[in-house]
């Protein structure tokens, strides 16, 4: 178990996607301060290089080190899939991901034994969610597919998030998941759950979708301990992105209502 004390919990992603994840985690810790960091001027990540993915989530990781944090959240899974090792190996801090909360999910979700994933190239190729699925039962039957518009789509601004052209990308890449008999669809990317009006448009009742969000803030919480938390103040929010601030403060209000937060930028290839 982590005191809680007053340093404050580093959780980053390519983008805006991983402020699906935080959204969850002020939920079952609104007490903790967190710092958010959004690659949004390296995004994608999930089409480039696995060496490419670690040297950027290094310079991500150090930056939130440089602010003190006392825990990493890579609400990635790109970064999860392709360089949790690394990180892990690298940095002396707890580090929670977000392949196993979503799998097991997924897994205790299906009813039929078959479960679909999507996600981005690099998640895909990497096999993660299939190795850590088979972990936990090896019977399910897992199929996976790559969705490669859905991230621009949803950097791109709200507007575009519930919009004809993101049910046009969904059923292109959804009308073969539906074809495989699953009963759950994983969304096996943090920007994902941004678009899950129009993906949900596509699966009717025919799919369960399952996000790591709400799965990796219970692991998150069951690290720290509960100690005086109740007594403690709403925590700070501070958010970073590496490009325009202009473009992530509304996206970041449509994802997180009514919460209290700054945004800064930061120039992150110092780091
Ligand atoms: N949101 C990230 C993920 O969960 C990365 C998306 C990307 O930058 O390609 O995979």
């Not at 199929?143 to 949803?154: E, G, M, W, Y």
């Not at 301990?225 to 929010?237: F, L, W």
């Not at 970041?252 to 930028?265: M, P, R, Y």
Request: charged share 25%; proline share 3%.
């Amino acid at each position: 178990m982590i005191d809680r004390d007053k340093k404050p919990i580093g959780i980053f992603d390519s983008g805006l996607g991983g402020l699906t994840v935080l959204r969850e985690i002020i939920k079952s810790l609104p007490n903790e301060d967190f710092i958010y960091f959004g690659d949004s001027k390296r995004a994608p990540y999930g089409t480039k290089s696995r060496e490419t993915i670690t040297n950027f989530a290094f310079q991500d990781v150090r930056f939130l080190l440089n602010k003190g944090v006392k825990a990493l959240v890579v609400a990635c899974n790109t970064i999860s899939s392709n360089s949790i090792d690394e990180i892990r190996n690298n940095f002396e801090v707890p580090v929670i991901e977000v392949i196993g909360p979503g799998s097991r999910t997924g897994v205790s979700t299906t009813n039929n034994g078959k479960v679909a994933v999507i996600g981005t190239e690099a998640t895909v190729v990497s096999n993660a969610y299939v190795k850590k699925i088979h972990e936990i039962n090896n019977d399910i039957k897992v199929f996976q597919k790559s969705c490669p518009l859905f991230v621009p789509i949803a950097e791109e601004g709200q507007h575009l998030w519930d919009s004809e052209i993101t049910l046009l990308a969904a059923r292109m890449y959804l009308d073969e998941m539906l074809e495989t008999g699953a009963d759950v669809l994983i969304l096996g990317c943090t920007h994902y759950p941004l678009l899950k009006k129009a993906i949900s448009r596509v699966l009717g009742n025919k799919m369960k979708i399952v996000d790591s969000a709400k799965s990796t803030a219970a692991e998150l919480a069951s690290i720290f301990s509960d100690e005086d938390a109740k007594n403690k103040e709403k925590g700070k929010i501070s958010i970073f992105t590496s490009d325009s601030r202009e473009k992530f403060l509304p996206m970041s209000k449509a994802i997180l209502g009514n919460e209290d937060f700054t945004v800064e930028q930061v120039n992150i290839e110092k780091y």
